[in-house]
C-alpha cells in the first residue's frame, strides 16, 4: 500500500511563503492521482488541491490563485507551493491518493500562520 510522507511546514507571517513536499513509496506513483488535504485545530480534514496523473490540476476555491501542485514523478515526490498565506491556512496538510478512501495517513506536516 503507497504510504507518503510529508514535509515543509512551519511556522510563518501572514503574506508569506511555503513549500510543502510529499515523498511516496508506491511503485505506481506516476498512475496516481494524488492531493493535498489539511486539517485546521478543531475541524475535519478537508481536501486542498488535486493532480490527475496526467498533470490536470484543481483547486479548493479558498486556496486558487495563491496555491500551485505539482509532481516529479521520477522523483516520486508531490510539491505543495503555497504564496500570500493567510491564517485561515494554519492546520496540518497531509498528501495522499484522491480520493483517499481507505488509504493510510501520513504525520502530516504543520503549517502555522500567525503574526
Known amino acids: 500500500q503507497v504510504r507518503f510522507v510529508e514535509s515543509g511546514g512551519e511556522a510563518v507571517q501572514p503574506g508569506g511563503s511555503l513549500r510543502l513536499s510529499c515523498v511516496g513509496s508506491a511503485p505506481n506513483f506516476s498512475d496516481l492521482p494524488l492531493a493535498w488535504y489539511r486539517q485546521a485545530p478543531g475541524k475535519e480534514r478537508e481536501w486542498v488541491a488535486g493532480i490527475l496523473n496526467t498533470g490536470n490540476t484543481v483547486y479548493k476555491d479558498a486556496v486558487k490563485g495563491r496555491f500551485t501542485i505539482s509532481r516529479d514523478d521520477a522523483k516520486t515526490t508531490m510539491y505543495l507551493q503555497m504564496n500570500s498565506l493567510e491564517v485561515d491556512d494554519t492546520g496540518v496538510y497531509y498528501c495522499?491518493?484522491?480520493?483517499?478512501?481507505?488509504?493510510?495517513w501520513g504525520q502530516g506536516t504543520q503549517v502555522t500562520v500567525s503574526s
Open positions: 495522499n491518493v484522491a480520493p483517499p478512501g481507505a488509504a493510510v
